[in-house]
């Protein structure tokens, strides 16, 4: 999973990727301190794992990961290339998912780009360039399918759509605002339109405002999130910095000191999840117990093609076993002595936190 951190310059965009990923990015206080695209790799905390490799005594942990990309900061006017906005609108084209961190926080010491804190203008600003990028891009390729439409019916429906899309962008609209039928959706895929990309809103907050219910700045990009469907959360990019330098242990006591009960990083990892449809299954075993991503709704054969694509091919049967009834058992043994593990075929739905031993043969 990809996700591309984004926001107006100096809004503490940088600070939160390298507090996220410990990558070192260069965070300043000037506009455009970051140019290329920095890339994190995170692992998603997962307690599951530590206890499953306890329980079959496992050399090795693997978790599953996430990619985190630091875009620079976008300005207005970004779609037409202002501040080398080109360069970094295609650099969000390559990401499942945006990160657009939003400054909810007032410092005399640290600049705005607009000169005051509104964080719904900053956000509708850079939705504003998505669109705009978005809407050349459909503009370009309506016009050519217009004219082979006239020739080629079986673009009909793509002519259709792009005009919807059209619509829709010219009125402001981001394209996942747009109703689209699951024939549209895979159409619109071939895009890569920005502002059809899933969006995590991350209120970036002072210490002192993290635990207050009243923040005006974070109530108001609540409600806006809210009328587009999107996800909120709400970080310090100041203490996930504290938090990045402490070892686990200390990090526990740490955030019980300051009342949280997860870290910046773990809420933004289940918003994304959840944004993205997306569960976990494991596998465990001496050599190694290991966490494994899919869409919610994946069957058995897809989510062993993630192991191997000759799992898939050669599908026989998933044994299956929930977490839970695996660790209230003790042991694999136990639990198939109490008739917990399931031989499920291919048409078996994957759940999140199944525990499972794919059978197979090519």
Not at 58 to 86: P, R
């Amino acid at each position: 999973m990809k996700l591309g951190i984004v926001g107006l310059p100096n809004v503490g965009k940088s600070t939160l990727f390298n507090a996220l990923t410990s990558a070192g990015a260069e965070a300043a206080n000037y506009p455009f301190a970051t140019i290329e695209p920095n890339i994190g790799v995170v692992n998603v905390p997962d307690e599951r794992l530590d206890v499953l490799a306890k329980l079959s005594k496992s050399q090795k942990i693997v978790h599953t990961n996430i990619e985190f990309y630091d875009i620079a900061g976008l300005v207005k006017g970004a779609s037409k290339g202002e501040g080398l906005g080109n360069q970094f609108l295609s650099n969000i084209r390559e990401v499942d998912a945006i990160v657009h961190v939003v400054r909810c926080f007032d410092d005399e010491n640290i600049i705005h780009v607009d000169g005051s804190i509104d964080p719904i203008r900053d956000i509708e600003n850079i939705n504003l360039e998505l669109i705009f990028s978005d809407l050349e891009q459909v503009e370009n390729r309506y016009s050519k399918v217009v004219k082979k439409a006239r020739a080629e019916k079986s673009l009909a429906k793509e002519r259709d759509l792009l005009e919807k899309i059209k619509n829709a962008l010219e009125k402001g609209k981001a394209a996942r605002e747009v109703e689209l039928d699951e024939e549209e959706e895979k159409i619109i895929k071939n895009y890569s339109l920005l502002s059809a990309k899933p969006v995590i809103y991350v209120c970036n907050v002072s210490e002192e405002e993290l635990n207050k219910e009243d923040n005006e700045y974070v109530k108001k990009v609540k409600e806006y999130a809210e009328k587009t469907g999107d996800e909120v959360v709400v970080i310090s990019a100041e203490i996930e910095a504290e938090i990045a330098t402490l070892e686990d242990d200390e990090k526990k006591l740490f955030l019980e000191e300051l009342g949280l009960d997860s870290s910046g990083l773990d809420k933004l990892i289940k918003s994304s999840y959840k944004l993205l449809g997306l569960i976990s299954f494991l596998t465990t075993g001496e050599m190694e117990t290991r966490a494994w991503t899919v869409k919610k709704g994946s069957k058995a054969p897809t989510a062993a093609g993630k192991i191997h694509s000759d799992m898939e091919r050669g599908f026989i049967k998933a044994d299956t076993v929930s977490y839970k009834d695996l660790v209230e058992s003790g042991s694999v043994a136990s639990a198939r002595e109490k008739g917990l593990i399931r031989s499920e075929g291919k048409d078996y739905v994957v759940e999140d936190g199944d525990v499972i031993v794919f059978k197979f043969n090519v």
